[in-house]
């Protein structure tokens, strides 16, 4: 994780980076808004808060949404009916308000704001969600604050895909694999190395991906940060092990190659495998281990009703 001076260089950093990726994003991680995409974030508020109906939340609010991956796919699967999203990148945001027109979900509210700094009336949510932004915020005392002023007395925080301090130590050993055993990858796939990012120097502010990840935690550390900010009933708990292992192991591989150039059955084979292995991970490993050891981390937490 990149050490940066202040939260302002942080958020400039962020805001620089996203604004730029924005347009390529959902591309390049795979997000999906089918059957898959809303299986995916189901499985994930399962683990947390068991089986929910449908319309569980009548207003939500996610946090640093990015292109809409998480809260688009809960809206879809009935979980929540009026949605509000906030993130720093305007870009991100403008990406997301053309997915949720493509879906025809309404109503979605789009707004520019940090998290530690949300411009939204007290009390008013009766969720507050996010993926894989925690990570990236400098400060995370004011924004679990935040979180606590919006949300209505008994309401819910749920936040998904946060690198574990612990998974993302030994998720560089099949990165480095893979950079390792690329060539050979390649060969025999008879495919010829991409001209990005490991062919030549990246430039502009896409140069900053790099430095937009600040944190990774412990899940004791992370349950203490929100029972600081005055939450209750806060679980903590890991997600993927062999699924992330052999996502990232292919994902290397993958980026030193032309994309037109790897085979489908290659890209059926990775698909598939990643998605067989969090079914082996959410059934055999994650009810078994230390959340400590996995990749992400799953935190959710109530704001208690006043006496």
Known sequence: ??????????????????????????????????????????????????????????????????????????????????????????????????????????????????????????????????????????????????????????????????PSLVGDRVARVPKRASRALAPLWRLGLGATAAQTQHTRPRSGDHQLEGEVDIHAFSPGALARLVQRAGFTAVAVRGEELLANWFGWFNRGLEATADPDAIPMWWRQYAFRGYLWLQVLDRHLLEPRLPPAIFYNLLLSARRPLEA
Request: hydrophobic share 45%; net charge negative.
């Open 1 to 162: 994780m990149q050490a940066l001076r202040s939260s302002e260089q942080i958020r400039n950093v962020n805001t620089r980076y996203h604004d730029v990726a924005a347009a390529g994003y959902d591309e390049k991680w795979g997000i999906d808004f089918g059957a898959t995409g809303r299986g995916q974030v189901l499985g994930k508020v399962r683990k947390l808060l068991g089986d929910v109906p449908g319309e569980q939340f009548q207003s939500a609010v996610e946090v640093g949404a990015g292109t809409g991956y998480f809260g688009l796919n809960l809206m879809r699967a009935g979980l929540i009916r009026e949605l509000t999203c906030t993130d720093i990148s305007s870009g991100m945001l403008s990406a997301l308000s053309a997915n949720a027109d493509r879906l025809e979900l309404t109503p979605v509210t789009t707004v520019q704001a940090a998290a530690e700094s949300l411009p939204l009336p007290d009390a008013s949510f009766d969720l507050v969600l996010g993926h894989a932004v925690l990570h990236h915020l400098p400060d995370l005392g004011a924004a679990f604050s935040e979180f606590f002023r919006v949300l209505r007395p008994g309401g819910t925080i749920l936040f998904a895909g946060e």
